[in-house]
């Protein structure tokens, strides 16, 4: 720093002209001026180590600041220590993206999943291009960080529960804002991202078909699933997802995630929390699984249940879940 305020100070006082680094031909200085620093960003994270780990995710939706510290490492207590290495965000689609929150959840290990979630735009306008500023705002922003991040767009989009759901709109809407949104990532290098297509399993909506409404290969990398263990519905990991993998199955291979699941309070939510972890563990195709320990059309949060606390304190005991996002 002090020798290039040398060199500009001695070319003012000699009247030189400083051009691409260094002096003019005519001037007689001997001395050159360093090259042009090199400003162009770094190459975009490579998330590909992150697509397929060795070990499985263990993940957790937190009520108030989802990737605080304070939060995670109370929740890694209860979970007997072990540490989540997913922590789920939730980004309505008119919110700035969640830099702090992400940067804090990588300081922690852990991978960033984001559910951005277009309650304020129609599919069809998202993909004719009506909320391209913002969309790229968003996609440099995640590029600038530059960390990785797991990204669910429009999620459980078979259900009608949504207003992005199959009862308001057609595939052919969601396939397009998918792809468009996805395009536009990629036109900023945005490739730091773990595309997340995330479906409902299909129990409760039988008649609604996955395939129409799946982007394709060259836009996913995971498929995720969301899914719950009620009273009401299915009671074992194979009759929860397995139906909703078996028709995914028939049209697609990408690794799965269960991005997001709980268990309904109960003298059953001890075995239930037993049967996801043994599931997951045992099954090849499934890269882990996320916790959504909030309260909302049922009481999902474990903290005061001593009995769920300890099946999955239980069940988390094996070497085969949790690992260090880096």
């Known amino acids: 720093m002090i020798a290039a305020l040398a060199i500009v100070e001695f070319a003012h006082f000699r009247g030189v002209t400083l051009t691409d680094g260094k002096p003019p031909a005519h001037a007689d200085t001997g001395i050159v001026a360093s090259a042009p620093l090199d400003t162009s960003p770094p190459p975009a994270f490579d998330v590909t180590p992150l ?132 395009d536009i990532f990629a036109e900023v290098d945005a490739t730091n991202v773990i595309w997340t297509w995330t479906p409902n399993v299909i129990n409760p909506v039988p008649k609604v078909k996955l395939k129409p409404l799946y982007p394709g290969d060259k836009y996913v990398d995971w498929i995720g699933i969301d899914g719950y263990f009620t009273h009401k519905g299915a009671h074992t990991y194979d009759t929860l997802f397995g139906p909703t993998m078996d ?39 499934s890269l882990g699984f996320v916790y959504f320990n909030q309260n909302g059309s049922a009481k999902w949060r474990i903290d005061n249940d001593s009995s769920a606390v300890a099946a999955m304190r239980q069940g988390l005991k094996t070497a085969e879940i949790g690992f260090q996002v880096k």
Do not use: C
């Open 247 to 285: 028709s995914i199955r028939k049209f697609t291979k990408k690794p799965f995630l269960i991005v997001e699941t709980g268990a309904e309070p109960g003298s059953s939510r001890p075995a239930w929390i037993k049967g996801l972890i043994r599931g997951t563990v045992n099954d090849d195709e």
């Open 51 to 182: 697509i397929r780990p060795k070990k499985k995710y263990f993940g957790v939706a937190l009520p108030g600041d989802p990737t605080g510290p304070a939060g995670v490492s109370k929740f890694s207590k209860l979970a007997g220590g072990k540490q989540p290495n997913m922590l789920t965000i939730y980004a309505a689609f008119d919110d700035g993206f969640a830099a702090s929150e992400v940067r804090k959840a990588y300081q922690q290990g852990a991978l960033a999943i984001v559910r951005w979630e277009p309650f304020d735009a129609k599919l069809k306008d998202i993909a004719a291009g009506k909320h391209d500023e913002y969309v790229r705002k968003f996609a440099t922003a995640i590029r600038t960080l530059n960390l990785p991040i797991a990204m669910t767009f429009a999620h459980e989009m078979n259900g009608s529960w949504y207003p992005w759901g199959h009862s308001k709109n057609d595939p052919e809407d969601f396939v397009a804002a998918w792809r468009h949104v996805h």
